[in-house]
Nanobody
Framework: QVQLVESGGGLVQPGGSLRLSCAASISIFSFNGMGWYRQAPGAQRELVAAISSGGGTNYADSVEGRFTISRDNAKNTVYLQMNNLKPEDTAVYYC???????????WGQGTQVTVSS
């Protein structure tokens, strides 16, 4: 079964850091790109950061300079390093992958990130 499994969420104080991981059950070269989305209560799901198959990255304006997306090809894993976290970063974070050959999108189960003092 093809799946994405996230880990690394939790409770952190403002200004703190967390690293999220997304492990794919198949080679990440099977994907056109991967990304992290988040959804806060009562809000729409939004793109936080993405990384293409060629390694290019893009970020939401709200996280630019604080978050970094990266990948480990050997481990079929994508990471989201989140620094200087703010209360407004509180959300469920989801990993996403765009499968090649129009096979559709994959989503992880989500991991909760709570930023609070």
């Amino acid at each position: 079964q093809v799946q994405l499994v996230e880990s690394g969420g939790g409770l952190v104080q403002p200004g703190g850091s967390l690293r999220l991981s997304c492990a794919a059950s198949i080679s990440i070269f099977s994907f056109n790109g991967m990304g992290w989305y988040r959804q806060a209560p009562g809000a729409q799901r939004e793109l936080v950061a993405a990384i293409s198959s060629g390694g290019g990255t893009n970020y939401a304006d709200s996280v630019e300079g604080r978050f970094t997306i990266s990948r480990d090809n050997a481990k079929n894993t994508v990471y989201l390093q989140m620094n200087n976290l703010k209360p407004e970063d509180t959300a469920v974070y989801y990993c996403n992958a765009d499968r090649r050959f129009n096979l559709g999108q994959l989503w992880g189960q989500g991991t909760q990130v709570t930023v609070s003092s």
